[in-house]
């Protein structure tokens, strides 16, 4: 089977998908995200929402969307922050697009009180202005890998050596492979359609009702050859065909390919720029002084050591990108909070 497929079983398989029988995030889980690690994550994009509602006319209601929202902990924080801005939480209907059940109870116990919509798709978000956010949403979507060969491309198959799982070739030629010319034999490069569709979906949204969205994910700028699938266990990479539905399966995000098809579909594109960039822009730093302020000793290590792990150009802050993607016609200043300062 493509590995589109092997990646669409693994993760969401309905009775035996990774994502669909447990809450993988946390300590005890096996990998940790941005939000999970400190609430000055989801407070600053909860500050960039607010901004960007007060530049789009203040609409009410308007739409406050994540996609693949985790435990619903970016949410909470974001809202919290958000309350700063009077009538910000009032106006923001929330709408989350998640597949698992076991993490929709989990936003439900992180958002108590709050009127929240579940969704199963973006196609069926509101018919409101939005904000959206996605942080490690995108790299959990399929793709395919494609091979260059001495005779031409060839796609790399999840296939049976014996009783085991192996990655195959193919033998036919992809005659019309959407691939760089520049690429070597043994080179890999990767496609998304359901990376590019799910854009797509967000951008047309955005031009029909207006509103921005922040898709934050591990990637490159630009299209690149190289074999980025990876799968991860107990904060440990394991092999990506060990036991699979019991191992989160990721690829690397072509930014590059989710903005042309954010274009595509009649937005515009800012950045990506690094996360360290970004909330450093936002003012991370100040927040991290200012909840030191009031912490014990402990916290205040606690609190360095995440302001770190988020930023460092050696942590998150580079290999972490993020994207802001807005319609020409929403108001607001041309270049959003964050993508100032080009890199
Ligand atoms: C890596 S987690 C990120 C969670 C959260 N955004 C965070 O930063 O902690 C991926 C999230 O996307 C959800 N997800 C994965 N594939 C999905 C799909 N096809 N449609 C909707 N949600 C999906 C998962 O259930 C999970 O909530």
């Not at 690690?37 to 901004?51: H, P, T």
């Not at 007060?54 to 309350?83: C, H, I, K, S």
């Not at 091979?147 to 031409?152: F, I, Y």
């Not at 995000?253 to 360290?276: K, M, R, S, Y």
């Amino acid at each position: 089977m493509p590995i589109s497929r092997y990646m669409a079983e693994a993760l969401g398989h309905p009775q035996w998908g990774y994502y669909i029988s447990r809450d993988p995030l946390g300590r005890s889980g096996d990998f940790i995200t941005a939000p999970e690690i400190s609430q000055m994550f989801g407070e600053m994009i909860g500050l960039w929402c607010a901004d960007r509602w007060q530049a789009m006319g203040a609409p009410d209601p308007f739409m406050l969307a994540e996609l693949g929202p985790g435990r619903g902990t970016l949410m909470a924080d974001a809202l919290r922050a958000g309350a700063a801005l009077p009538g910000f939480n009032q106006a923001a209907q929330v709408h989350l697009v998640e597949t698992s059940p076991v993490l929709r109870a989990s936003q439900r116990a992180a958002l108590p009180g709050l009127n929240v919509t579940w969704h199963d798709n973006i196609a069926d978000l509101p018919a409101l202005p939005g904000l959206t956010i996605a942080n490690e949403f995108f790299d959990a979507l399929p793709i395919r890998q494609f091979q260059r060969g001495e005779d031409g491309w060839h796609e790399r198959m999840v296939g049976l050596n014996g009783d085991d799982l192996a990655l195959v070739l193919d033998p036919a030629i992809v005659p019309t492979a959407p691939m760089a010319h520049d690429a070597a034999v043994g080179d890999v490069v990767e496609v998304s359609s359901a990376r590019t569709a799910a854009m797509t979906e967000l951008a047309r949204h955005m031009s029909q009702h207006g509103g921005a969205a922040l898709i934050i994910d591990y990637g490159h700028r630009q299209s690149a050859v190289g074999d980025t699938l990876q799968a991860m266990r107990g904060h440990q990479f394991v092999d990506v065909l060990d036991e699979p539905g019991d191992a989160d399966l990721t690829s690397h995000v072509d930014f590059q390919a989710l903005a042309e098809a954010a274009t595509g579909a009649g937005a515009q594109t800012f950045g990506p720029v690094g996360q360290g960039t970004f909330l450093g822009q936002l003012g991370i730093g100040a927040r991290a002084q200012k909840l030191q302020h009031a912490a014990t000793q402990e916290q205040t290590a606690a609190i360095a050591s995440a302001l770190h792990r988020l930023t460092h150009q050696d942590q998150m802050g580079q290999l972490f990108k993020v994207m802001a993607v807005k319609t020409a016609t929403t108001p607001g200043s041309q270049i959003p909070p964050g993508f100032l300062e080009s890199e």
